[in-house]
């Protein structure tokens, strides 16, 4: 039977390929209280693609000083 089911969550290497940033960064975000949220569920790291996706929503920048509003406009 083949999978259908969309992608729900991202493991630690899958997120650290999908910005192109080193697992170690990953590893000290989260020590650090930076980043998307993410689920420890026993003992391993996974992040919901919709925290993922909020996240990278609320790093959108129009200008150093500036933020983008949602979708991209301003």
């Not at 630690?12 to 209280?33: I, M, N, P």
Request: glycine fraction near 6%; aromatic fraction near 6%; charge should be neutral.
């Amino acid at each position: 039977m083949e999978d259908t089911e969309p992608i729900r969550h991202l493991n630690q290497r899958e997120l650290a390929k999908r910005w192109d940033v080193s697992e170690a960064t990953l590893e000290r975000w989260r020590s650090d209280g930076i980043g998307p949220v993410f689920l420890k569920l026993q003992g391993q790291v996974r992040y919901r693609i919709e925290d993922v996706e909020a996240y990278e929503t609320d790093c959108l920048r129009r200008s150093t000083s500036k933020r983008a509003c949602a979708g991209g406009v301003a």
